[in-house]
C-alpha cells in the first residue's frame, strides 16, 4: 500500500523556519517524482513545490522562491521542504503527493498533511 | 502561467442527480487534466487524469471529457459519498497554479 507520511508542521512565527518531512512506503521511491502542496484555511489547493525523480528538476511557486527548498534522499525514501523566513500567508495544510508515474506533475497518491501555522 | 477556471464555484444537487463541473484552460493544455475530489478534512483523491481516463477503484459514475481548453466532470447519479469539493488542474507544465478554484457540491 502507498504510504506518504508528512512530519515537521506546528506553530512558527513570523521570520521563523520549519522542516516539513515526507516518508514515502509502498513503491519505489526513486521512480516517482513529489509535490507540495498547501491548503489555506477554507482556500483551494496551491502547488508549493516539485521534485523529480533525480532531483534533475525542480520548480516552486513564486510566492515561497527563495525561501524554500524542497529536496529528496532516494536511500531513505524521503523527501524535505526547508520552509525560511516565514510570513502569516504560509500558514495551511501541506501536503505531500506522488506523481503518477515518473517525472508527472499531478499527483496520484496524497499524505494526510501537516498543518503549519504562522502566527506571531 | 496557464490559468484553470471551474464552473459552477458551488453546485446544489440531490441524491440520484447528474451533474456536470466544467474547468476551462486558459490556452490549450492538450488532455493533460485531472479532476480531483477533496472530502471536508481530507486530502484530495485523484478521480481522473489524462482528461477522461478514470483512476483505478473510482466508481464509474464519474466521468471526464475534453480536450484543448474545455473540460467537464460528470457524475451520473450523486451518491451521499460524492458531496465534496472537486478540483480540475492542468499538467502540461509545472505551475504554483495549476488548480482551479473548486466546486463544493452541497446537498440541495
Known amino acids: 500500500e502507498v504510504q506518504l507520511v508528512e512530519s515537521g508542521g506546528g506553530l512558527a512565527q513570523p521570520g521563523g523556519s520549519l522542516r516539513l518531512s515526507c516518508a514515502a512506503s509502498?513503491?519505489?521511491?526513486?521512480?516517482?517524482?513529489i509535490n507540495w502542496v498547501r491548503q489555506a484555511p477554507g482556500k483551494g489547493l496551491e502547488g508549493v513545490s516539485y521534485i523529480s525523480t533525480t532531483s534533475s528538476a525542480i520548480y516552486y511557486a513564486d510566492s515561497v522562491k527563495g525561501r524554500f527548498t524542497i529536496s529528496r534522499d532516494n536511500a531513505k525514501n524521503s523527501v524535505y521542504l526547508q520552509m525560511n523566513s516565514l510570513r502569516d500567508e504560509d500558514t495551511g495544510v501541506y501536503y505531500c503527493a506522488r506523481g503518477y508515474g515518473g517525472n508527472s506533475y499531478h499527483s496520484q497518491h496524497w499524505g494526510q498533511g501537516t498543518p503549519v501555522t504562522v502566527s506571531s | 502561467d496557464i490559468q484553470m477556471t471551474q464552473s459552477p464555484s458551488t453546485l446544489s444537487a440531490s441524491v440520484g442527480d447528474r451533474v456536470t463541473i466544467t474547468c476551462r484552460a486558459s490556452?490549450?493544455?492538450?488532455?493533460?487534466l485531472a479532476w480531483y475530489q477533496q472530502r471536508p478534512g481530507e486530502a484530495p483523491k485523484l478521480l481522473i487524469y489524462k482528461a477522461s481516463s478514470l483512476e483505478s477503484g473510482v466508481p464509474s459514475r464519474f466521468s471526464g471529457s475534453g480536450s484543448g481548453t474545455e473540460f467537464t466532470l460528470t457524475i451520473s447519479s450523486l451518491q451521499p459519498d460524492d458531496f465534496a469539493t472537486y478540483y480540475c488542474?492542468?499538467?502540461?507544465?509545472?505551475?504554483?497554479?495549476?488548480f482551479g478554484q473548486g466546486t463544493k457540491l452541497e446537498i440541495k
Open positions: 509502498g513503491f519505489v521511491f526513486s521512480s516517482y517524482s
Open positions: 490556452q490549450s493544455i492538450n488532455s493533460w
Open positions: 488542474q492542468h499538467y502540461i507544465t509545472y505551475s504554483s497554479y495549476s
